[in-house]
């Protein structure tokens, strides 16, 4: 099993363009999560979804979109991207009865020039 | 609301010393708690996890963690460190948030380790 994979790992983007990050996992899991980390700031919620075709705002969900077509994938979109963006994006997942637990994929180093 | 509060943003030990990293927690109910870690470049790792009973926990890598319910604390140990620990530690509360789990998350603490 791959567990919890993202693509792509590094992004260079200019002011107001756009992109989306692909998160997707094998574990069968109900429950998906977008993170940022910043420095100094632990990781904070951007978004998520309890299940295919759901979504919910997070702690820092402004400047982003995100869709759960399919089970095993979540996407995160920037449609106009902000200095402020520059960050590392973690997608994580976990599974009813999980208590918590979160699985979390390598990351995606995103910087916005 | 649930917090995490991490006072050491940065700690240095020499090889071989024992560690202790600090997390304190606020939250209604019983929590359940978590201590991750992230190697740099790479991901968050589960070193441990709390739900309920045995108030010390053993974790992977020779990591443990006492809660202590009195004064909101679950701080992570290590009796002896070794090089390769060196990396940054994440203490997480987890909950329920409309039919997920929400994890918070702590600031962090970055370990260097001394040879």
């Known amino acids: 099993n791959a567990g919890v994979t993202q693509t792509p790992k590094f992004r260079v983007l200019k002011t107001g363009q756009s992109m989306t990050l692909l998160c997707a996992q094998d574990m069968n899991h109900e429950y998906m999560y977008w993170y940022r980390q910043d420095p100094g700031m632990g990781l904070r919620l951007i978004h998520y979804s309890v299940g295919e075709g759901t979504t919910a705002k997070g702690e820092v969900p402004d400047g982003y979109n995100v869709s759960r077509l399919k089970k095993q994938n979540f996407l995160l979109g920037l449609e106009s991207a902000a200095p402020s963006q520059t960050s590392v994006y973690f997608c994580?997942?976990?599974?009813?009865?999980?208590?918590?637990?979160?699985?979390f994929g390598p990351g995606t180093r995103l910087t916005v020039l | 609301a649930q917090s995490v509060t991490q006072p050491d943003i940065h700690i240095t030990v020499s090889e071989g010393a024992s560690l202790e990293l600090r997390c304190n927690y606020s939250y209604g109910a019983t929590p359940y708690l978590f201590w991750y870690v992230q190697s740099p470049g790479q991901g968050l790792q589960l070193l441990l996890k709390?739900?309920?009973?045995?108030?010390l926990v053993q974790g992977i890598k020779g990591f443990e963690a006492e809660f202590k319910r009195s004064q909101s604390s679950f701080n992570l140990r290590k009796p002896s460190v070794h090089w390769s620990d060196a990396a940054e530690y994440f203490c997480a509360v987890g909950g329920p948030i409309q039919g997920a789990q929400k994890l918070v998350f702590g600031q962090g603490t970055r370990l260097t380790i001394n040879p």
């Open positions: 994580a997942s976990s599974y009813p009865g999980g208590l918590g637990e979160q699985f």
């Open positions: 709390y739900f309920s009973g045995d108030t």
